[in-house]
């Protein structure tokens, strides 16, 4: 009779946000290979021409033999770039990797044309051995994981590579050039250059330069067995996905002092002008991605991912990333538990706060842009003290149920935030930087943050107007790589000549800019 | 209010100079130096604690409070020398592991074990463990205290325990350890002797493990 694919896919983490009776579209899933009959639900659901292009509702197909899918829910933590970019053509295929700590995002591109010809994303592997690079050091080291991870993302991205030729309808044709970027430690992992140094202080890579390999020593059966290039690393954590930010965002051609910031539990930090750059990471720690954070959880299904005091007019996020498009606001209901006195202070007039649930289901949790948000609506309604502690003493406050915000939250996002911006006021006092004329977040994190919220509570204390989501502008770099290979081969030394590395955490100002940048503006 | 009410509030308000001011004062009126400590220090530090432990203070809040305590015990500190009366708690050598930089919770401990009544001799980060061991032999201490916050790096707790042991000084001192990574059953698993949830976890830790003769 077959098996249902719900079951299939509930075990692998798959959500159904109405509980798998199709009457959402939460769980679509794009047949690559096999087949899946559609039924009366999915008609009523999905366009005809979304079902002629394989989309299914996973809920509702039972699946006779092997069928290979494509799942949708995970697009909405994982930002591609498409990007316009100038370039010099070259004849043939390249493909541009970003190997992120939590994602992978690969493009084959046309390099007579410079278009993206497919693209390909999937979870990091490794993940399963921990969330966020320090966890995955300790595997790595302390019990001797290393080598099994080196396996496992070089097979990743590898299959990455053959998915993207066959979604082309190119499988099997010669690439011409493939370029890696991605942080310090993922560079070791991947090169198989051993990360012991980077599990302690001074926490620099013996070894970070460009590294160059044919495919075939890595395992990878590509037609004319191409040259693959992981782009050398900036010191200490700070890799080449900063590099190839820095390249993307063309923060060596400013002549006022401009700032890149890539926030994740390894916040990225780069500040300076054509005169020259400092980059820095900052141990940021889990909250902007949910964890450690009472009710947190990824950008996916059920998160809320924005919190707002009036139904906002700037439909900013939206489920689909770049197409904004109004989507229904659920009415977080409640609000304040503190019932606020007409008069006492002229800010906090409001009395509701709106919570957006991607995918417009049931809210299950908190994703890094709504604790951002949540804790700026906090404080703009008094609720929240700039101390970071609940003014009223309270525990929680509920924002749309079940989902609340606990005073622990609160404490987690400080201690992000704080590293950030200490990190940020730091590396300006050292360029003798008064201010940014724009300041470029790259990253998923950064393309969802609100800017407002970001500088209300003091994570990025600029204007909104002077912050530019820049998106995921490492593979944008890693795209550009692929048309100035020429030159010197991906080595960038001219570059990193005018890029100087700081190791904030040996700076001994670091610690009480960052006790002072604990507490909200 | 009395003064030691006022002191002690001073110290949970964070305000050095007040604290300061009200331990002088308290002097001139002839109190006992070693009677802060019962009456204000104290008791202050410990609700410092539970507040911390509450989630009500948060690092910003006990740095700042511990600074206060700091104020009057560094005046009242040199007039309690040869004072049989106010013999330290006991005397504490604590330090972040090799490897590790991590300065604000081993900072806020010490403070805190400070105000509780201990002699603290602070090694600093990345202390490797010779260091430790030597510092034990030269004040003849009876904790060590260990902090870590990375995962890679509570593995050197380990080393510092197994150094006491080469130099035959481990039954000598209790060892306490803590940071956010660690947790009790792995605190026991590398034979330490008290694993310190928080702050007050730590000093009320070392009050339980004091020795008779200390």
Avoid at chain 1, 174 to 191: L, Q, R, S
Avoid at chain 1, 305 to 328: F, H, I, N, R, Y
Wanted: net charge negative; glycine share 10%.
């Amino acid at each position: 009779m077959g098996t249902p694919l719900r079951d299939l896919l509930f075990e692998q983490g798959v959500e159904f946000p109405c509980g798998g009776q199709g009457r959402c579209r939460g769980c679509r899933i794009r047949v690559l290979e096999g087949k899946a009959e559609v039924n009366r639900a999915q008609r009523e659901r999905l366009s005809p021409e979304e079902i002629e292009e394989g989309w299914r509702l996973a809920c509702q197909c039972v699946v006779e033999g092997d069928l290979e899918i494509e799942l949708r829910q995970w697009d909405s933590a994982i930002l591609v770039d498409d990007t316009p970019f100038a370039f010099r053509p070259r004849q043939g295929l390249g493909v541009a990797v970003d190997l992120g700590t939590t994602t992978l995002v690969a493009q084959l591109l046309d390099l007579s044309t410079g278009k993206v010809m497919a693209v390909s994303t999937a979870l990091n592997a490794q993940a399963r051995y921990g969330a966020d690079v320090m966890s995955r050091l300790h595997f790595a080291v302390l019990e001797r994981g290393q080598h099994q991870l080196e396996i496992l993302i070089r097979q990743q991205i590898g299959a990455l590579i053959e998915q993207l030729l066959f979604s082309a309808g190119r499988l099997g044709a010669e690439i011409a050039d493939i370029v890696v970027v991605g942080n310090t430690v993922m560079h070791h992992f991947f090169c198989g250059i051993a990360a012991e140094p980077l599990a302690h202080y001074p926490f620099e890579p013996v070894e970070g330069g460009l590294k160059t390999f044919r495919s075939s020593a890595l395992g990878w059966k590509l037609a004319g067995d191409p040259l693959v290039r992981f782009l050398p690393c900036l010191g200490g954590f700070v890799g080449s996905d900063t590099l190839a930010g820095i390249l993307a965002a063309k923060l060596l051609e400013h002549d006022d002092m401009v700032g890149l910031v890539d926030l994740g539990t390894n916040g990225e930090i780069v500040i300076g002008n054509k005169e020259g750059l400092l980059c820095a990471s900052t141990a940021a720690g889990p909250a902007f991605e949910g964890a450690k954070i009472s009710m947190g959880m990824r950008a996916s299904t059920g998160a809320i991912s924005q919190v707002t005091l009036s139904p906002p007019l700037d439909p900013l996020l939206t489920e689909e990333g770049s197409k904004a498009s109004p989507l229904p606001l659920e009415e977080g209901t409640k609000v304040n538990p503190f019932p606020i006195e007409e008069g006492t202070n002229e800010r906090c007039n409001h009395t509701r706060v709106f919570c957006r649930v991607i995918g417009d289901g049931t809210p299950r949790g908190l994703c890094g842009s709504g604790l951002v948000d949540a804790v700026a609506a906090g404080l703009e309604l008094g609720v929240i003290a700039t101390s970071g502690r609940f003014s009223k003493g309270e525990a929680s406050w509920m924002l749309a149920p079940p989902v609340a915000l606990t005073q622990n939250d609160i404490r987690e996002l400080q201690l992000a935030k704080a590293a950030v911006a200490a990190g940020i006021k730091l590396l300006m006092q050292r360029k003798g930087a008064k201010e940014l004329s724009r300041l470029y977040l790259a990253g998923a994190f950064g393309n969802y943050i609100d800017r407002a919220s970001a500088q209300r509570i003091g994570l990025i204390d600029f204007p909104p107007e002077r912050v530019e989501a820049a998106g995921n502008t490492a593979l944008l770099g890693a795209k550009l790589a692929l048309f100035s290979l020429d030159s010197e081969g991906g080595s960038y030394t001219e570059v990193r000549r005018r890029i100087e590395h700081v190791a904030l955490n040996a700076d001994p100002s670091f610690q009480d800019v960052f006790v002072e940048e604990l507490a909200f503006p | 209010m009395s003064i030691f009410e006022e002191l002690q509030q001073a110290i949970i308000d964070g305000k050095a100079p007040a604290a300061k001011e009200l331990t002088e004062r308290g002097l001139k009126e002839g109190i006992k130096p070693h009677e802060f400590f019962p009456k204000a220090i104290i008791p202050a530090m410990d609700e410092v604690g539970r507040r911390m432990r509450d989630c009500e203070f948060f690092i910003p809040e006990v740095l700042i409070a511990a600074r206060a305590a700091r104020g009057a015990t560094d005046i009242l500190r040199p007039l309690l020398q040869g004072d049989e009366a106010v013999k330290p708690v006991g005397t504490v050598v604590i330090g972040t592991v090799k490897g590790d930089l991590h300065d604000i919770g081993k900072n806020i401990v010490a403070m805190m074990l400070e105000s509780a009544g201990f002699r603290i001799v602070d090694l600093g980060v990345d202390v490797p463990p010779e260091k430790m061991v030597e510092a034990v032999k030269q004040h003849q201490a009876n904790f060590v205290a260990l902090s870590a916050l990375l995962t890679t790096t509570m593995v050197n707790m380990k080393a510092v325990i197994e150094a006491l042991v080469a130099a035959g000084l481990r039954d000598k001192v209790k060892v306490l350890v803590g940071g956010a990574p660690l947790t009790d059953a792995w605190a026991h698993s590398i034979g330490a002797d008290g694993y310190g949830k928080d702050a007050p976890g730590a000093v009320e830790l070392a009050r339980r493990l004091v020795p008779a003769s200390a």
